[in-house]
């Protein structure tokens, strides 16, 4: 079995959206199938159906696609002593209908596909789901900062912002399993959600479910539909998020890239 480091869990800001279901579990060791399966009412979820979500070992499950079987049957694959599929389930638990939206998505391009090729809306909803951020902000100035790629205002000038008009939450389950081991070039996929400066004073469970709805309606309402939409964000910037935020290290443009001129052809 995988250990199961706790104190990275509860209090790393990268699993910030994570900490109430993680203390409401109280798992002390690395989540068995039997696990999954006793998870107490008060996080149980629904697909967009209504259905109620499980996780099950896929080795039980007969073959099909993915998102059909959560969307028809309300399952969801979740390989044992997989650090990807945990966090995955997690985030189902976390974030019930922005998981429950983007599932419909798939859904939905899926009885419009005619071939192989996937659709853009496809490819964003995986995009987020997998390394997505969503970032709330009060001041739009910041949110130009970070769609100008403007690293130097957004994470050394204005650093005394993050938490105050400013707050970043993980989605993505990939984005997730990277903090067990952080690296340079680790860059999140955002959707930019406005609040209102007083937003910041709500509680941790308030702000999260705030979010989660404000997130799911707007992705049925069909703002996740092309990848580019969705700016990066280099996570090791953030205040916080890794140890050694020197000037040095944020004057590296390998990592902290300006963003490119468009040049348009005759």
């Known amino acids: 079995m995988l250990p199961w480091p706790l104190p990275h869990l509860l209090h790393s800001p990268w699993l910030l959206p994570l900490r109430g279901v993680l203390a409401e579990l109280d798992w002390q060791q690395f989540p068995r199938h039997a696990d999954w399966q006793a998870l107490p009412p008060s996080l149980q979820t629904l697909n967009q159906a209504g259905l109620p979500i ?19 049957q309300g399952l969801v694959a979740t390989r044992p002593d997989n650090w990807h599929d945990c966090f995955n389930a997690l985030c189902w638990l976390a974030w019930p209908r922005t998981k429950a939206a983007l ?60 938490g105050r008009l ?18 340079k070039g680790i860059v999140a996929k955002v959707m930019l959600v406005a609040v209102a400066a007083d937003w910041f004073e709500l509680d941790h469970p308030s702000r999260l479910r705030w979010l989660d709805n404000q997130l799911a309606e707007a992705i049925s309402r069909g703002q996740l539909q092309d990848p580019r939409a969705l700016p990066p ?34």
Not at 244 to 266: G, I, L, M, N, W
């Open 54 to 72: 499980g996780f099950a070992d896929p080795a039980e499950l007969a073959d099909g696609n993915y998102e059909l079987r959560i969307a028809q």
């Open 103 to 162: 599932n419909q998505q798939h859904v939905d391009e899926l009885a419009c596909q005619a071939g192989p090729l996937r659709s853009r809306a496809r490819d964003a909803a995986t995009l987020f789901d997998e390394s997505g951020l969503v970032l709330a902000v009060a001041d739009p100035t910041l949110a130009e900062a970070l769609r100008a790629h403007d690293w130097p205002q957004l994470f050394q000038a204005r650093r005394g912002d993050w």
């Open 166 to 183: 400013m707050e970043p939450w993980s989605v993505g389950h990939a984005l997730m399993e990277k903090s067990l081991a952080p690296f």
């Open 233 to 266: 964000l280099p996570v090791l910037g953030i205040p916080g998020w890794w140890p050694e935020q020197t000037t040095d290290f944020y004057a590296d443009e390998t990592h902290f890239r300006r963003k490119r001129s468009v040049v348009h052809q005759r």
